[in-house]
């Protein structure tokens, strides 16, 4: 009897160890969410527990150089996790075609939800004080299951239906952008915050 696991659903995870970059990168955040009244109009009006430039602000890169300088290494980060990915990229190439800055506080949480148009999504994490809210994702067959069994309580991780992480600062996560995921509620007063991005496929 042999077994064969199939389709993996992968997760890279780095790290900028450069404090002095997240230094400058967490003061430009607080620059652009201070300035940011139409994204803080957009939270508002959406009931966005928190602050977002996601709907407001398409050039951060331009705005400030941490957030040029977030792209560049980003760029790096991508390609190799398409090698990890084994994806045959041909002459086309990827690029970083949006990028966010998110604050939430006390409560603060980010529905399930899936990036679509991208190739690649992710998060640098800047700020996570204690109790900051983990990020979950979520088994992409589960709306398939239906009358599936429960797990066993021993299930190894890659059986889970569920993965929570608890991100540091500093970390980069990415994954493939049609992996659903949310962000749990923080129980920090302390605000929690990141960079969030998309790479589509060009040429």
Known sequence: MSTTALFQSLIQQTRIEDAEFLTDLEAACWMIEDGDSAGHDWCEREGYPGYTSYASLDDLPQRAPAFSNLVAQLDD????????????????????????????????????????????????YVAMPNGAGRIKFED????????APP????APLGAQRFHYIAPQVGDVLMWESWL?????????????ISVSFNYALVG
């Open 77 to 124: 980060f991508a390609v190799a996790f398409a090698e990890t990915l084994h994806w045959d990229l041909g002459t086309s190439r990827l690029v970083c075609d949006s990028l966010w800055v998110n604050v939430l506080g006390e409560g603060g949480q980010h529905s399930g939800h899936i990036h679509p148009n991208s190739v690649i999504s992710g998060t640098c």
């Open 140 to 147: 992409p067959r589960l709306p398939m299951m239906m009358a």
């Open 151 to 154: 797990l066993k309580t021993d």
């Open 180 to 192: 659903r995921h949310e962000v749990m509620p923080s129980q920090s007063e302390d605000a929690r």
